[in-house]
């Protein structure tokens, strides 16, 4: 009876491990098949059956891609935007958040309301007006439109006070009897303290803002304005049969996320269950 | 709330303000960067979208004032009609698969398994990888005549690689392609709220079913999932809305240099976006995406009754 009974949790164990690899290798070979295909001339891209490691890798290609569309500026318009609106974000979104969270004050439960229910309204339904208005401050094809467009999230606000909610309202008490105003208890104590969840904001935030794909295709029409997402995707589309260097671009764009991603990992994943959970 | 201002001891000398008043302005203060931007930017905008569906506006002409004709006219529509369909199918084909998956991940990477850490990466990565360039490979990888998945296809079936799919080239493909697209991109991000919802759960539940005699498959059925209802119903709720937002994975995945789409590809957003900034016809994009607004406001009110209904 143990016999079987451990034979058939071997047998499970194989089965689950045979299908968790199977499952890795699909969701690698995408990003395998883009790197080595980076270091390939156009004609060995498709050659087949593929080689996996290219015989004469072309480096060349990681130099041209600068050359033949303005790549560095695309970064640097994508890295300006994410910056300023993760720090923006954050700044802005924990201030009110302390207000919601620890401080008293009439119209609190009413406008607290109105944030988290804009929150399941689809940017999509009133993008239009959004771009009309902007038109008429003169922000359209400025960076400055995406900036106003994503800096004051009610998302942010929401996320950040859950987080203030966890903590005692005795150790701002605390705080304000030794004589700490309110902004120092929030320098001083608040944001320290919250450092996680500044963690999970900045990498939603910094992610979503890199790989923002329609707020920049509405906005940013000329060139040297354009994100690395609209700048790379109208490459792809000029340049169809370049797949050396497409992919090259593709690369390119990619690696800024992953170092951001790799590095706060963990904060990601514990802002995504929390406000999974929580939502 | 009100009652601890009220009990809070006054001994704070009078100044210029009274307590009470400049407890509230410091607590405005705290609110005024993110609300001013937020009314600005969002709170106007939202309100201008009513006003917007119900005129006639090129954005240059004065705005006429024409009812509900926009409403009328989506009625006549075909080709607002068939973007609603395609956002529908797609909607069908992306919930159940990814749900089922993200399920299926996170209950066998919530078991004690080696590399686990470095598979939940793996499966997480492709929802922050930038879409332009993922969506470029995979358009690579499934081309018609040189990808290497009909290549293989054609090894293994001896097909010839004229008759099999086209994917993204294919109508009868394109949607299918698109949906195991999505679900490849962000099944993880779904893997990771039910890894949460997993973790939640009581261990005892499992000892007791156990002692029970529950078998493997009714210790899912009898435990699993009554306890993941409240997660199973954010997915739900969430997966719905994202996939009626779609226009990013459309664009990638089918649209030439011109970023237009075709009659078995078009979904709502791109027709809205298309009416707006191509034919400049805000009014009637307005109206489009009050029926979009609609369409997400009637699923989240069904699904918030229907965790209260059946959620804990």
Redesign the interface.
Known sequence: MTGTNQGFKIATKVL??A??AV??F??????I??LS?SLKLNKD??S?P?QWIPANPRWENFQDIWTRIPLGRFIYNTAKLSVIVTLLQL???S??A???SK????G?NV?FL??IA?I??????????????M?QLGLNNTHMAII??Q????F??FLMRQFYQGVPDELCEAARIDGLS??GI?AKIMLPLSKPALSTLTIFTF?ST??D??GPM?YLTRTELKT???G??MF???Y?AE?GL??A???V??IP??IV??AL?KY??QG???S??K? | MQNETVLRPKQAPKRLLSKGVRDHLVAYSFIAPNFIGFAIFTLVPMFFAFVLAFVKWDGSNPMEFIGFDNFTRLIKDTTFHKALWNTIVYTVGVVPFTMAVALALAILLNQKIIARNFMRTVFFFPYVASLVAVAAVWNFIFSPTMGPVNNILHLITGVPIEDLPRWAADKQWAMFTVILFTVWKNMGYYMVIYLAGLQGINPELYEAAELDGANAWRRFRNVTVPQLAPTTFFVLMILVINSFKVYDIFINLFAGADNQLNDSTRVMVYQIYNTAFRSLDYGYASAMAIVLFLLVLGITIVQFRGEKKYGQ
């Open positions: 689950i491990y299908l968790l499952a890795v699909c969701m690698l070979v995408p990003y098949w883009m295909s891209v498709f087949f593929m700044l802005t979104s201030f009110a302390y207000a919601f401080l008293h004050f009439k609190k406008l109105g944030y804009t399941a309204i689809p940017w999509q339904a009133y993008m239009v007006p959004q771009f009309i208005l038109r106003l467009l800096a004051f999230s009610a942010g606000v309110e902004y929030w992610v890199w790989n794909f329609l509405i690395i997402q609209i790379l995707r792809i589309s000029q169809s797949y497409i992919m671009a593709s690369v764009s990619i996320v992953v991603f790799l990992q990601f994943v995504v269950a929390s999974g959970i939502g």
